[in-house]
């Protein structure tokens, strides 16, 4: 199959802390990873795409400060929300393309972060 | 601009009624689209895609460009089949998947 792994699933922090939310493809090379968030009872909205090797593009509204993404191989991407604040409380999401494998876009678990 | 519409937030039925989930579409160039489904507690899952044109656990979708509607579709729903169900395009730079806003399927027994 093609798996993405997300780790954590939970995290709480308090406010003004960095939290670090990782997202590998398990069995497959993925060149680009796409991170999402999802408000509850709402859809996912894209916050950016990785990028191995080069910066991440990210969608308009969203704070490449706030949200700092690294693309460093080719099965690791991560999401570091710096300085949490409570209106950062989300589930957030990524997702590989494993076309290769015939499994199109594959996404991970999800990892829910609360911010006290 | 890219935008994909899922007009239903919530579907109720009864077991053994039809189904359609309605999703439409705005994109400029030839779209490619998913439907997904998110089961209670599990991460999201690629259901169908249309350029297959395949029948997964009895769901069918069909692309109708003339519409720009790709409407996802079951002859006798199953209780098995609640879920959330996204519609998905796949446009723009980095082949990135926009998602319609989500509709949950209700199957009541």
């Known amino acids: 199959g093609a798996v993405v792994s997300q780790h954590p699933s939970w995290v709480i922090c308090k406010s003004g802390t960095s939290v670090k939310i990782e997202c590998r493809s398990l069995?497959?090379?993925?060149?680009?990873m796409f991170w999402y968030r999802q408000f509850p009872k709402q859809s996912l909205m894209l916050m950016a795409t990785?990028?191995?090797?080069?910066?991440?593009?990210?969608e308009q509204g969203v704070e490449k400060d706030k949200f700092l993404i690294n693309h460093a191989s080719l099965t690791l991407s991560t999401l570091t929300v710096t300085s949490a604040h409570p209106e950062d409380s989300s589930f957030y999401i990524c997702?590989?393309?494993?076309?290769?494998?015939?499994?199109?876009?594959?996404f991970g678990s999800g990892t829910r972060l609360t911010v006290v | 601009a890219q935008r994909v519409t899922q007009p239903e937030k919530l579907l109720s039925v009864f077991k053994g009624a039809p189904v359609e989930l309605k999703c439409n579409y705005s994109?400029?160039?030839?779209?490619?689209l998913f439907w997904y489904v998110q089961y209670s507690r599990q991460r999201l899952q690629l259901l169908l895609r249309?350029?297959s044109r395949e029948s997964i656990k009895g769901f069918t979708a069909d692309l109708n460009k003339g519409e720009t509607s790709f409407h996802l579709k079951k002859p006798f729903a199953q209780e098995e089949d609640s879920a959330m169900y996204y519609c998905?395009?796949?446009?723009?730079?980095?082949?990135?998947?926009?998602f319609g806003a989500g509709t949950r399927l209700a199957v009541h027994p």
């Open positions: 998905a395009l796949l446009g723009g730079g980095y082949n990135k998947l926009i």
């Open positions: 249309h350029i």
């Open positions: 069995d497959f090379q993925a060149t680009t």
């Open positions: 997702s590989a393309n494993a076309a290769d494998r015939g499994y199109g876009y594959t």
């Open positions: 994109y400029s160039g030839s779209p490619e």
């Open positions: 990785s990028n191995e090797g080069s910066k991440a593009t990210y």
